[in-house]
């Protein structure tokens, strides 16, 4: 049983857009979520995050929107930039530290 | 500051065979955690460790096994090798294990399983 689900496997955007990644999950004990990127040949990078009692977080040019009701959070890049192209997971704390991700999502930045 | 950093970075190993992979924690992080990721998915949680106990376990085989040295380093081990422990290994350090504290990733090794 997979309890998060990113369902786009991949996403292109062209520069200067944006971009708009999802995530949803199944339990609503989750109350930390997380954004991380991946370049190839890397361990996965910190993003972004968000806990349960807000709706939003910003941090330049990356926003996460937390829709409790819909157990659905979605990352949105703008504008987008070539460096931005990687996999993206979000990842969902599952007591004091296990993280629980998502198959992940590959952004392509098109010049 | 250095990262996380692993070694090795790459591993081939025939089926059968046992192999150690290694992790260096950020200085000042105190828990180590071991993550699995299999091509196409997302990387899947096996053993937390925190002040050399261990803290959380994942659904892996008893063939897995991690321990933490009083520096803080971990060691993942994996015996009796399958074709399907082919993957990239991570390593994610924290600082210690209050809720919700962001884990910091190593590079991975890749282990190749024939």
């Known amino acids: 049983d997979q309890q998060v689900k990113q369902n786009s496997p991949s996403l292109s955007v062209q520069e200067g857009r944006i971009s708009i990644l999802n995530c949803d999950y199944t339990?609503?004990?989750?109350?930390?979520f997380l954004w991380y990127k991946k370049y190839p040949a890397e361990g996965p990078t910190f993003l972004i995050s968000i806990s349960s009692i807000k709706d939003k977080n910003e941090d330049g040019r990356f926003t996460v929107f937390l829709n409790k009701s819909a157990k659905h959070l979605s990352l949105h890049i703008v504008p987008s930039q070539p460096g931005d192209s990687a996999v993206y997971f979000c990842a969902l704390y599952q007591g004091a530290q296990k993280l629980v991700f998502g198959q992940g999502t590959r952004l392509t930045i098109n010049p | 500051d250095a990262g996380v950093t692993q070694s090795p970075t790459h591993l081939i190993k025939t089926r059968g065979q046992q192999v150690t992979l290694r992790c260096s924690p950020i200085?000042?992080?105190?828990?180590v955690s071991w993550y699995q990721q299999v091509l196409g998915q997302g990387p899947q949680f096996i053993f937390q460790y925190y002040e050399k106990e261990e803290r959380g376990r994942g659904n892996f085989p008893d063939r897995f096994s991690a321990r933490q040295f009083p520096n803080y380093s971990s060691e993942l081990n994996v015996n009796a090798l399958l074709l399907g422990d082919s993957a990239l290994y991570l390593c994610?350090?924290?600082?210690?294990?209050?809720?919700?504290?962001?884990?910091?990733f190593g590079p991975g090794t890749r282990l190749l399983v024939l």
């Open positions: 200085s000042g992080h105190k828990s």
């Open positions: 994610a350090s924290s600082q210690g294990t209050l809720y919700q504290e962001t884990q910091y």
């Open positions: 339990n609503s004990m989750f109350d930390y």
